[in-house]
């Protein structure tokens, strides 16, 4: 199982950004699909996650400006970022909870990050 990110890059203090990451491989199901950032010096946090029903959950920070979707046809997760601050700048990873032959469990996937940088 493979999870591709697209979507990171430099935008200015108060613009956009949409994450896009997709699972490929031998997949039976995906369960909760999400993000995660990691800021220098800081530790890895998780910024949004979403179940296969569409139940999302965000870290206070971003509530309100973030939103996480995902085309479960797709195996797909988005996270659209709206008025972007210094404070989001980071390597954001995509995770999935892949169910794979012959699909007795779980296992959590992590993609490699993709940067994210608002300048002020």
């Known amino acids: 199982v493979q999870l591709e990110e697209s979507g990171g890059g430099l935008v200015q203090a108060g613009g956009s950004l949409r994450l896009s990451c997709a699972a490929s491989?031998?997949?039976?199901?995906?369960?909760?699909m999400g993000w995660y950032r990691q800021a220098p010096g800081k530790q890895r946090e998780s910024v949004a996650t979403?179940?296969?029903?569409?139940?999302?959950n965000y870290v206070d920070s971003v509530k309100g400006t973030f939103t996480i979707s995902r085309d479960n046809a797709k195996n797909t997760v988005y996270l659209q970022m709206n008025s972007l601050k210094p404070e989001d700048t980071a390597v954001y990873y995509c995770l999935a909870d892949v169910r794979t032959p012959p699909g007795s469990w779980e296992v959590r996937y992590w993609g490699r990050g993709t940067q994210v940088t608002v300048s002020s």
């Open positions: 979403i179940t296969s029903g569409g139940r999302s």
């Open positions: 491989g031998s997949i039976v199901s995906i369960g909760v």
